[in-house]
T-cell receptor
Framework: GEDVEQSLFLSVREGDSSVINCTYTDSSSTYLYWYKQEPGAGLQLLTYIFSNMDMKQDQRLTVLLNKKDKHLSLRIADTQTGDSAIYFCAEMSTGTASKLTFGTGTRLQVTL | DAGVIQSPRHEVTEMGQEVTLRCKPISGHNSLFWYRQTMMRGLELLIYFNNNVPIDDSGMPEDRFSAKMPNASFSTLKIQPSEPRDSAVYFC?????????????FGEGSWLTVV
């Protein structure tokens, strides 16, 4: 079945760039997503990328997709304390009719 | 815009009691999902509906769990009887038809503690 993996923890200093990585196993993935979860809250969709793209930029966020290596990354430029949260990578495959498979989440800690 | 609305936000109940979680999807959305989040297992899809019909319930843990969607604007997830290991955050999510990116929108979650 589908499997999505992420590192558990990342610490960066305010103002630096953060890069959160994700690997997935399903080569038939059609869309890949990044969600953000703040403490005590639900999951907020940050951005997504279609599998035929290799990069997508949205303000401070840059998503890179290496389909050959099944590797997805989220870069946050000029990281702020408000970016501290858990970031989930998720993938959707053809034939799964909208079913998302989530990674374990990466906790981003932003220090002053 | 109202997002996905879940109730209750927090519930503490005793083992053996029935728990009913409620969800109102975003108006116009035709797919609805129930997820469970725990520290040990992360986010798990329990069941999802398309046009009010259950499509995949393979994630429902056992017969104590049941979900219904009687109409396009309401769904329930019921646990009877509840057990301490059911303690988790239960998220409802919905998505619209013919959506770019097949994006799924989550509610704020129902935080369940079974003692």
């Amino acid at each position: 079945g589908e499997d999505v993996e992420q590192s558990l923890f990342l610490s960066v200093r305010e103002g630096d760039s953060s890069v959160i990585n994700c690997t997935y196993t399903d080569s038939s993935s059609t869309y890949l997503y990044w969600y953000k979860q703040e403490p005590g809250a639900g999951l907020q969709l940050l951005t997504y990328i279609f599998s035929n793209m290799d990069m997508k930029q949205d303000q401070r966020l840059t998503v890179l997709l290496n389909k050959k290596d099944k590797h997805l990354s989220l870069r946050i430029a000029d990281t702020q304390t408000g970016d501290s949260a858990i970031y989930f990578c998720a993938e959707m495959s053809t034939g799964t009719a909208s079913k998302l498979t989530f990674g374990t989440g990466t906790r981003l800690q932003v220090t002053l | 815009d109202a997002g996905v609305i879940q109730s209750p936000r927090h519930e503490v109940t005793e083992m053996g009691q029935e728990v009913t979680l409620r969800c109102k999807p975003i108006s116009g959305h035709n797919s609805l999902f129930w997820y469970r989040q725990t520290m040990m297992r992360g986010l798990e899809l329990l069941i999802y509906f398309n046009n009010n019909v259950p499509i995949d319930d393979s994630g429902m843990p056992e017969d104590r769990f049941s979900a219904k969607m009687p109409n396009a604007s309401f769904s329930t997830l019921k646990i009877q009887p509840s057990e301490p290991r059911d303690s988790a955050v239960y998220f409802c999510a919905s998505s619209p038809p013919n959506r770019a990116g097949n994006t799924i929108y989550f509610g704020e979650g129902s935080w369940l503690t079974v003692v």
